[in-house]
């Protein structure tokens, strides 16, 4: 069983990284740590960090290593299937997948998924933001079809989505027809298990050809 972390325990490390770091700059949490911070979920065992920048993730690795971080030396396949930039753990096992700019190879962090995000806390120099509920469903639906974990988390950010947002991102994502196809064929295996509408799976089968 992978060790999971609470967002007490989250919260603490990120003040640690961001008293080292020397110049603002924003970071973008997605994945369940956002779900964590939200209250939505009690622990997660990773922490999905998204940068609008290299640069900004130089700044940021830079201070890892003061606050006793370290490249892991094996990585586990659900890390390794998110082809994150760089990957860091601490003495606990805790896990940072960073990610600069692009998401799993997949998802662009777009002006609209900055523009719904939320400042979560600054810990000194370092602007901690959460996407929105909205874009996390979108990359836990893309994140992997082995990945059964994201089907509850899924149920849990489905209450109240603006499923209208969710559709226009997709489109505007210049996302191969494999990679919609495959979304789709999880919003069905959604739909099926939990027997949840969703309302714009229709419209996406329409557009896309899927089905």
């Not at 490390?13 to 961001?18: D, F, M, V």
């Not at 110049?23 to 979920?41: D, E, H, N, T, W």
């Amino acid at each position: 069983m992978d060790k999971q972390f609470n967002s007490p325990y989250i919260d603490a490390e990120l003040g640690k990284i961001g008293a080292r770091i020397k110049r603002p700059i924003q970071v973008y949490l997605i994945g369940g740590c956002a779900m964590s911070f939200r209250g939505l979920k009690e622990s997660t065992k990773d922490v999905d960090i998204v940068f609008k920048t290299e640069r900004d993730c130089k700044q940021f690795c830079e201070a890892l290593f003061g606050a006793q971080y370290f490249q892991p030396v094996s990585i586990h396949n659900d890390h390794r299937q998110l082809h994150a930039t760089k990957m860091y753990e601490n003495k606990d096992g805790f896990h940072l997948d960073l990610f600069v700019k692009q998401v799993i190879r997949k998802l662009t962090l777009s002006k609209a998924m900055i523009e719904r995000a939320e400042l979560y806390k600054q810990y000194g120099n370092l602007g901690v933001h959460l996407l929105s509920k909205e874009d996390v469903f979108l990359f836990k639906g893309l994140a992997s079809e082995g990945r059964k974990r994201d089907l509850p988390d899924m149920q849990v950010l489905y209450p109240n989505l603006n499923w209208e947002a969710i559709k226009q991102e997709l489109y505007s994502q210049k996302l191969s027809k494999d990679l919609v196809e495959m979304f789709i064929r999880r919003l069905e295996e959604f739909n099926k298990i939990y027997q949840l509408d969703v309302p714009i799976l229709t419209d996406l089968k329409r557009k896309f050809g899927a089905g």
